[in-house]
C-alpha cells in the first residue's frame, strides 16, 4: 500500500469512517479500489468518485424500490420490454416523448384506450416506473379498488382524508376503466377525486371503453359528463389498434365474435360553462 501512501492504520479509520456513515457498499469496494490506486489504474480522485459512485447506485436502488412498493406497482414493466412492433398502430417515439415526462410538469391527462390485452397497462406501468425512477410521487390503482376505497372512507367518515392522499402524488394511474361495473355511488366518489386533483396533479387511465361508453362505466351520464369534461380539458389521447398481445400465439383459435374492434376516441371537448352540479362531500358529511 505504500504507492498509495495509505497505511493499515489509516485504512481502518477508513474503514471506521464508512461504517459511521452507514455506507456498506463504499465499504465492501475499498479494498478493491485502493488496489486499483496501488496499480496505478486510478487517480486519487477517481478513486474518490469510484468510492461514491458505487455508494450512490445502491442507495439509488433502494430508493427506486422503496418507492415503487409505495406506489404499488408491484408488476414491474418497462418499455424497453414492450414489443411495439406488434402493435404498428402505436407511435413509438410518441411513447418515448411521453416518458420525458413533460406531461407530469403540466399537470394533463394521459388516456391510454384500446382493446383488452393491447398493452395499455404495461404502457401506463411503464410510466409509473419511469416516473418514480425520475424521483417523482407515483400511485396506481385500478378503478375498482380505487371506488372501493373511497366507498369505504365515505362510510367511516374519512373521505376527505382519502382525497387528500390521492392528491399527494405527482402522477396518478387508474387502469382497467370499463371493465367491472361502477358500484352506485361510485361514478360520483370518482368526480370528487378528479376534481380535487383537476390542473394539480397528472394522471394516466386506461380504458376498453369509447369515451361515448362512460356513462354505461359509471352508470350515470351527467356524472360521466362531468368527469369528462374535466378529464379531456388538458388530455393527451392515444389509441392502441390491434390483436391482443397476450392471446397472439393463439389468434386463430378466437371466434370472430370475439374479434375486438377498434374504439374511436372523440377529440376533447370545449369547455362550456360549469358542468351539472354533483353531490359534494360537504353534503356527505351533512
Same mark, same amino acid.
Not at 361510485?186 to 378528479?194: E, K, P, S, T
Given at each position: 500500500?505504500?504507492?498509495?501512501?495509505?497505511?493499515?492504520?489509516?485504512?481502518?479509520?477508513?474503514?471506521?469512517?464508512? @461504517?459511521?456513515?452507514?455506507?456498506? $457498499?463504499?465499504?465492501?469496494?475499498?479494498?478493491?479500489?485502493?488496489?486499483?490506486?496501488? $496499480?496505478?489504474?486510478?487517480?486519487?480522485?477517481?478513486?474518490?468518485? /469510484?468510492?461514491?459512485?458505487?455508494? =450512490?447506485?445502491?442507495?439509488?436502488?433502494?430508493?427506486? #424500490?422503496?418507492? =415503487?412498493?409505495? /406506489?404499488?406497482?408491484?408488476?414491474? #414493466?418497462?418499455?424497453?420490454?414492450?414489443?411495439?412492433?406488434?402493435?404498428? +398502430?402505436?407511435?413509438?417515439?410518441?411513447?418515448?416523448?411521453?416518458?420525458?415526462?413533460?406531461? %407530469?410538469?403540466?399537470?394533463?391527462?394521459?388516456?391510454?384506450?384500446?382493446?383488452?390485452?393491447?398493452?395499455?397497462?404495461?404502457?401506463?406501468?411503464? *410510466?409509473? @416506473?419511469?416516473?418514480? #425512477?425520475?424521483?417523482? +410521487?407515483?400511485?396506481?390503482?385500478?378503478?375498482?379498488?380505487? @371506488? &372501493?376505497?373511497? &366507498?369505504?372512507?365515505?362510510?367511516?367518515?374519512?373521505?376527505?382524508?382519502? %382525497?387528500?392522499?390521492?392528491?399527494?402524488?405527482?402522477?396518478?394511474?387508474?387502469?382497467?376503466?370499463?371493465?367491472?361495473?361502477? %358500484?352506485?355511488?361510485?361514478?360520483?366518489?370518482?368526480?370528487?377525486?378528479?376534481?380535487?386533483?383537476?390542473?394539480?396533479? /397528472?394522471?394516466? *387511465?386506461?380504458?376498453?371503453?369509447?369515451?361515448?361508453?362512460?356513462?354505461?362505466?359509471?352508470?350515470?351520464?351527467?356524472?360521466?359528463? &362531468?368527469?369528462?369534461?374535466?378529464?379531456?380539458?388538458?388530455? %393527451?389521447?392515444?389509441?392502441?389498434?390491434? /390483436?391482443?398481445?397476450?392471446?397472439?400465439?393463439?389468434?386463430?383459435?378466437?371466434?370472430?365474435?370475439?374479434?375486438?374492434?377498434?374504439?374511436? &376516441?372523440?377529440?376533447?371537448?370545449?369547455?362550456?360553462?360549469?358542468?351539472?352540479?354533483?353531490?359534494?362531500?360537504?353534503?356527505?358529511?351533512?
Amino acid at each position: 500500500m505504500t504507492g498509495t501512501g495509505a497505511t493499515p492504520a489509516t485504512l481502518d479509520r477508513v474503514r471506521r469512517h464508512l @461504517v459511521g456513515l452507514k455506507m456498506p $457498499r463504499a465499504l465492501e469496494v475499498l479494498d478493491h479500489i485502493v488496489r486499483q490506486l496501488e $496499480r496505478g489504474e486510478l487517480s486519487a480522485l477517481d478513486a474518490i468518485d /469510484a468510492l461514491l459512485a458505487e455508494e =450512490l447506485t445502491i442507495r439509488e436502488g433502494r430508493r427506486i #424500490k422503496a418507492a =415503487l412498493q409505495m /406506489a404499488r406497482l408491484t408488476s414491474i #414493466k418497462t418499455l424497453d420490454s414492450f414489443d411495439f412492433s406488434f402493435q404498428p +398502430s402505436l407511435d413509438r417515439n410518441r411513447i418515448l416523448a411521453l416518458a420525458q415526462l413533460d406531461f %407530469i410538469n403540466r399537470h394533463e391527462v394521459l388516456h391510454l384506450l384500446g382493446p383488452p390485452g393491447t398493452g395499455k397497462s404495461h404502457l401506463a406501468l411503464a *410510466l409509473g @416506473v419511469e416516473a418514480v #425512477k425520475a424521483g417523482r +410521487s407515483v400511485y396506481f390503482t385500478t378503478l375498482a379498488d380505487l @371506488v &372501493a376505497s373511497l &366507498a369505504k372512507a365515505e362510510r367511516e367518515g374519512s373521505l376527505r382524508e382519502r %382525497i387528500r392522499f390521492l392528491c399527494r402524488p405527482q402522477l396518478l394511474i387508474i387502469d382497467e376503466i370499463g371493465y367491472l361495473p361502477v %358500484i352506485a355511488g361510485g361514478g360520483n366518489l370518482v368526480f370528487q377525486l378528479v376534481n380535487a386533483r383537476y390542473e394539480r396533479g /397528472a394522471m394516466v *387511465l386506461t380504458s376498453n371503453r369509447g369515451f361515448s361508453e362512460w356513462g354505461d362505466v359509471f352508470g350515470d351520464p351527467v356524472v360521466a359528463t &362531468a368527469l369528462l369534461d374535466r378529464l379531456l380539458h388538458h388530455a %393527451i389521447v392515444v389509441q392502441i389498434e390491434g /390483436a391482443s398481445y397476450r392471446l397472439r400465439q393463439h389468434a386463430d383459435l378466437m371466434p370472430d365474435t370475439t374479434r375486438v374492434r377498434p374504439i374511436t &376516441a372523440p377529440q376533447p371537448p370545449r369547455r362550456r360553462g360549469r358542468p351539472p352540479k354533483l353531490r359534494s362531500m360537504d353534503q356527505d358529511a351533512g
